[in-house]
């Protein structure tokens, strides 16, 4: 097992933290209490200065989750949580499907907007719950001349209200298809940004869909002998997975960073055995858990065949380790922590939304059972 970054990737990785001068970051901190309009601008900001480092293009082209791409993930997602999400959903999924499973023209259309920043995306799968197996998609596209009358509706989307177009997957004549729906497309409501308990800068709203006229040109789809939306879940698993690792890191400094300086009782808490300890058991999940999600990127690259098993193994025990290591920054964070602002809070917070979100802990552990029973 070789997963060590080469030079480039290490260059690469400083680049992408060199991107967020002060002044950013500052207004990346504000994205908790942000409007729409604030958080669109903030993001197409921040997807330009990404789209310049290079950042927008890593995965894209070959579709595959790599060590070097979650290594570049974490450090965003140690930055700004909330933005990670955005730029994920936009790039790495929005993006992927077009650059993976788009026509040649919807390349040209789309890919060089995404890759310089300049487009917002996003994807739905409209199907009712949590398992793509036992959920059908509710969305129909129904033939009209040359494009499709599309009618459905998707309760979550990221990105929902501030995308400028959204890709709902739904049925053509019984085959699975991509509907690239453009914002203010007739038919096409956006319902207001949804309140959430965690990941509150990044804008999520339902959308519904009425008689929705897609051109034909629009459509992605029918996809033969493969299988989308397990892949695009994969991508989504992947994301989650390594913005779990940004936001531990992210917990894990401030708490450091607390324990050195705030002092109870006339020194530093470090002093104190108990915060210590708390310290050690953050560190050494957080060292478990990028070892386990780069050893899935590793396998995803490198074509393993138990690379998909591992990859839910990952998603597991990264998510869940989240929870825990927010919990415990938070602890060391005392009553400051409690009072909200500060990336343990807002970590305890955002962590139950990796582990719900994409394949949820529960149909993760179902399947790396069917998996290690070979039925997968
Ligand atoms: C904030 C947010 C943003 C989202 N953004 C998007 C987006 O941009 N695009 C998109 O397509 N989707 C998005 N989703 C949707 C998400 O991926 C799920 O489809 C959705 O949350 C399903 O929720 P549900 O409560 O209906 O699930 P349910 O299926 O009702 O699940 C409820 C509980 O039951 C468990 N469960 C369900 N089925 C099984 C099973 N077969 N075996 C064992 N346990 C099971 C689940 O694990 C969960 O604990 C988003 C969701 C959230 C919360």
Redesign the pocket.
């Known amino acids: 097992m070789d997963f060590d970054f080469s030079d480039i990737e290490k260059a690469f990785c400083e680049n992408i933290k060199g991107l967020f001068d002060p002044d950013s970051r500052s207004a990346l901190a504000k994205l908790e209490n942000a409007d729409d309009n604030q958080i669109r601008n903030v993001l197409l900001r921040s997807l330009k200065n990404l789209g310049q480092a290079g950042y927008l293009t890593l995965g894209l082209d070959n579709g595959k989750n790599n060590v070097g791409l979650v290594a570049a993930q974490e450090i965003l997602a140690a930055i700004s949580p909330s933005l990670f999400l955005s730029v994920e959903?936009s790039t790495r999924i929005f993006g992927r499907l077009i650059a993976i499973y788009g026509t040649p023209d919807q390349k040209n259309e789309f890919l060089p907007a995404l890759k310089e920043g300049q487009l917002i995306g996003?994807?739905?799968?409209s199907?009712?719950?949590?398992?793509i197996e036992?959920?059908p998609l509710n969305t129909i596209g129904v033939p009209v001349d040359d494009s499709f009358q599309v009618s459905g509706s998707?309760?979550?989307?990221?990105?929902?209200p501030i995308a400028d177009w959204i890709a709902v997957a739904g049925k053509r004549e019984e085959s699975l298809a991509f509907f690239l729906i453009k914002k203010d497309s007739e038919g096409l409501s956006v319902g207001k940004r949804l309140p959430?308990l965690g990941?509150n800068g990044t804008a999520?709203s339902t959308i519904s869909l009425e008689n929705c006229p897609v051109p034909s040109k629009c459509v992605i789809g029918p996809f033969e002998g493969k299988d989308p939306l397990k892949i695009v879940r994969l991508w989504e698993d992947q994301i989650l997975t390594a913005g779990s690792l940004g936001l531990m890191q992210r917990c894990y400094e401030i708490a450091l960073t607390y324990a050195k300086n705030h002092k109870s009782g006339g020194k530093p808490i470090i002093a104190y055995q108990e915060v210590g300890f708390k310290l050690a058991e953050i560190l050494t999940i957080l060292q478990t858990a990028q070892l386990l999600a780069y050893r899935a990127a590793w396998m995803a690259e490198s074509g393993d065949s138990e690379a998909s098993v591992v990859a839910h193994c990952a998603k597991v025990f990264c998510t869940e380790s989240t929870e825990n290591v927010a919990s415990q920054a938070l602890q060391i964070l005392g009553g400051y922590g409690y009072l909200g602002g500060n990336a343990a809070e807002e970590g305890y917070r955002d962590a139950k939304?990796l582990q719900?979100?994409?394949t949820?802990?529960?149909?993760s552990r179902?399947k790396i059972g069917d998996g290690v029973l070979g039925w997968d």
């Open positions: 959903a996003t994807v739905a799968l199907e009712e719950g949590m398992s036992n959920n998707k309760s979550h989307v990221v990105n929902g959430s990941y999520i939304y719900i979100a994409g949820s802990s529960e149909i179902m």
